[in-house]
């Protein structure tokens, strides 16, 4: 045996015992690797998850209730804690104010009113940038859900109708926002929300058009600190003044927070939760563009210094095609640009935006809440697994968009009495590079106002991307995409062949 196979060989031994206590380490003491072996070595149950709304317990006039659903897989138990948030900060939770166990079904939770801030907690924050004034909020809640509860889990925030205003979001490092600027919302406000028991560090990132000047790009607004379990407020009007459109990057350099806008343009009105937006990246989809007619503008925020190329493809009950408008676009890096679409105007389905370098989007159309500018549909992910919706009124319509391969989903209903599980559900076919609309309502055999929705792809369907639309007095209240809501995660491959290791030489 040479030297050099004499190496390889020890190294083999040295590599096999090394491997033999970290992975008998992992298996023996890691609750996740228990749970994958019980889902096939490839995915862990979800077993903990944590949503945040901003609105409950405050003031305002988007603030009354919670809607919480759960679409479980194997689990059969678990809770949903509703906590507020604290204006000021606590190592621990704040107090419970509900305690949900039931999986399943459509479980609603109002808020009562938060204690009004006092005289210190309304004097600001030291340390943001100058003319952006940061404070501690008045309400905001967090729910904490184990079990049954987390899997598939959806919370959204719901308003004095009934109607949800916005769906809360889980904590992260990093959340994009766009839609209309200061020009449009007098009032903009940022919410920044801390679950953790230490101290989060903030920095918000900020792209306008260019109607005072040249564009605003950079970190403008840097040093918020978020509190243990605490919730402060920024109002943005100041830093986004003059501007007709905007972009936002809210991310982190110490723990996590979950981050909200409103926009209003008038004191007293409800004004628009802005949604989250997908990331930067070089293809998005922006489901759930409605039949209603009237304006349809596409943000579009090119955040890195190269230009951007972009093609836009609708995606609609008739198939798939550019839309006047839809191609030879090309926007400056460090920009945000609005791109009118008014042949899409009461066509529905969705729009999917390719580009050269990595872009933010999202589409206004007519309508919105009272205060608002428009509607907002967001760029959002494909829904794997299942999608859940948790307020939904009688004859809420979803958008079901497959821009690539046929798709089929099942549509599954649920209420505060009978659960999702027990419903049948119906059967809908997205042909390819197609859009399908849909109308549903409460469950065979029930009256309830209010539905929770299961939307599940089914085996061998192309790529899923949905919306929902509510609509009052005849035009768009509101529209959401609809989230993935998993029940367990995929858990990344793991080769422990030693030739992966050591290589074949």
Known sequence: MSAGQLRRVALAVVVVVVLAGIYGLARIGHPASRAARSAGASRVEVSRAVRVCPAPGSAGPTASALAVAAAPGSATTGSAIVTGLSPVGSTSPGIVLATLTRPGVLQASPVSLAPALTPAEQAGQAGSSPGV?????????????????????????????????????????????????????ATIQLYLSNTSSTAADAQVQVLTDASKGPPVLGNADNGITVPPHGIVVQSLSGLLQGAAIMALNVSTTVGQVAAAVRETNTTGQAGIWLPVVQAPARHLVIPGLPAAPGARDLYVAVPGAGAAQIKITAVTERGSYQPTGGTG???????????????????????????????????????????????????????????????????????LSAPGKAATVRISTATATTPASAATG????????????????????????????????????????????????????SIMPVPSSLTSIPLPGVSESLSAILGSS
């Open 133 to 185: 004034r940061t404070q501690a909020a008045r309400g905001g809640v967090q729910v904490s859900a184990t079990g049954a509860l987390a899997q598939g889990l959806e919370v959204e925030q719901t308003g004095p109708g009934g109607l949800a205003t916005a769906q809360c979001s889980a904590p992260g490092t990093s959340f994009w926002f766009a839609g209309p600027g200061q020009k449009s919302a």
């Open 426 to 477: 119906r059967m809908v076919q997205i042909p390819a590079k197609s859009s399908v609309v849909v109308t549903e309502g409460p469950p065979a055999g029930t009256r309830a106002s209010q539905v929770m929705l299961v939307i599940t792809p089914l085996a061998g369907s192309g790529p899923v991307y949905a919306g929902r639309i509510i609509n009052t007095g005849g035009s768009v209240l």
């Open 329 to 399: 676009i090309d926007l400056l890096g460090g920009s945000v640009s609005d791109i009118p679409l008014p042949s899409l105007a009461g066509i529905p389905g969705a729009l999917s935006i390719s580009s050269s370098v990595p872009v933010v989007a999202v589409m206004q159309v007519s309508g919105g809440p009272a205060g608002s500018a428009g509607a907002l549909a967001a760029s959002a992910g494909q829904v794997l697994e299942q999608g859940v919706l948790a307020a939904n009124p009688a004859g809420t319509v979803l958008v």
